[in-house]
């Protein structure tokens, strides 16, 4: 599988930003799409993620109620809307495919390449 991310960039404290990782090759083991982000000098940690044909969500308790993951099979996408930004949320943010449902990111399979989200205070 090969994933792309785009959509960060530099927003103001409770502002909005809506990220998007374009999805291609999907396999039998991308069941799960996911969002993973990581800032500096921390570990990548999970975000959200998705159940590709089912499309159950799982959230971070840190976002849970301003973030929402979505995915269009249509498009081949996996969305992240984010909304009521905070600082804390800066990171550099991933999109990974996993075949089970993961929490870390030892579990995850195929990784996009980063895009940046910057939040001012």
């Known amino acids: 599988v090969q994933l792309q991310a785009s959509g960060g960039g530099l927003v103001q404290a409770g502002g909005s930003l809506r990220l998007s990782c374009a999805v291609s090759?999907?396999?039998?083991?991308?069941?799960?799409m996911n969002w993973f982000r990581q800032s500096s000098g921390k570990e990548r940690e999970f975000v959200a993620g998705i159940i590709w044909r089912e499309g159950k969500k799982r959230y971070a308790d840190s976002v849970q109620g301003r973030f929402t993951i979505s995915r269009d099979a249509a498009k081949m996408t996996v969305d992240l809307q984010m909304n009521s930004l905070k600082p804390e949320d800066t990171a550099v943010y991933f999109c990974a495919s996993s075949a089970t449902v993961i929490r870390t990111a030892t579990g995850a399979g195929s990784w996009g390449q980063g895009t940046q989200v910057t939040v001012s205070s």
């Open positions: 090759g999907l396999t039998t083991s991308d069941n799960v």
